[in-house]
Each structure stands twice: as C-alpha cells, then as structure tokens.
C-alpha cells in the first residue's frame, strides 16, 4: 500500500524533496502555506504584501532546504524564514530616521528636529536584499512581459498598485488582475519546478 505524503513526516518529506521528488515539495507548500501566510499577515497586517512575502518564504526556503537540519522542527524553520524576510520588509518600508536639530526652538523652548531618512543598510541587510532580489529575478523570468514588468515594479521599485496603474498606464483593476494571476504562476512554478529558482 503505497503510503499517501500527508502521512509522512516533516524530515522524510523533506529528504524526498532533497531526491527532487516533485510531489514532495507540492506537500511542503500545502503543508505549511496557511501557516506562513497568516503568520506573515500578522506582522505585515496588508493580505496583498502577506501573499508576496509567503512567495519569497517559500522561494527561500526551497532553494536553502539543503540548508536544514532536524535541529528544529521544519515548521520553527520555515516560519523564521518568514519572520525575518517580513522583518526585512518592514525594515526597508519604514527607514530609519535620524534626528538633526534644527538650530531653532518653538514657542514652548522645545528644540525642533527635523527627519532624515537613512538610504544605507548595515551589511546583514545589504545581503539578504540582494539574495532576496537574486531569487525574485530567477523566478520572475518565468513570467510573460506585462507581468513580469508589474512584478518588478512591484518587487523591486516596490511601488504601490496605485502607482503601477499610473506608471504603466493601465486601469487599477488590471493591475490587481495581472498581480493576482503572477502569484498564482509563480506558486505553480514554485510547486512543479522548484529547481526553477
């Protein structure tokens, strides 16, 4: 009787991924992809970004299983992997701001400040961007040109919807539409193909 995934442990499925066994990374994905992408949504609280980050967990995660130990458990694994690229996302989201006084007080005697956004990361930051954007450009290329260049801009000019629909001149509507199908292709290249990445 042949034995069905969903009854296989984490490590065995793992192991049979590691064999390039299709139907085991389709498993993981099912697996755990609930879990990552609520875990995700939590941190980031917007579902579109939720769905983009839960991608690149998975991106990651497959392209480092080799990487994994049965330290851990795979699901305390995979959900670090997620928290610190939703961490990193918000990290490059909000900046950080250094103070600079301004040399003049209000009227209560307070000095004002004003705000300057610091471009420059700390090397740690400059290396899981630039792995994060090695992985998106592998996996975006399996993508026909008008989503690939939505993705892009999206990814990596991280523009909001809003000025997607401006840049490229399309209607709002298509631009969720073409987000929306690119997600769903990715996934599919990301569950049958994921030496793809």
Known sequence: MKVEYS???????????????????TEIL????KAVYFLILKIVKSPEDAEDLTLITFSKA?????????TYRFATWIFKIASNSSIDFLRKRTLDTVGIALGNTSEEGEVRYHQIKSLSLNPEEE????????IAHQVIK?????????????????????EISQELNIPLGTVKVRIHRA??????ILKDNPEAI
Request: glycine share 0%.
């Open 7 to 25: 009854e296989i442990e984490d490590l065995e499925l793992i192991n049979l991924a590691l064999a390039d066994d299709q139907l085991a990374f």
């Open 30 to 33: 099912n697996r755990y992809k």
């Open 62 to 70: 497959f392209l480092n299983l080799k990487k994994y130990t049965p």
């Open 127 to 134: 290396l899981i961007e630039d792995q994060r954007k090695v």
């Open 142 to 162: 399996k993508l026909n040109d008008d989503m690939e260049s939505i993705i892009r801009l999206r990814f990596f000019e991280e523009y909001t919807y809003e």
């Open 183 to 188: 997600r769903k292709i990715l996934q599919t």
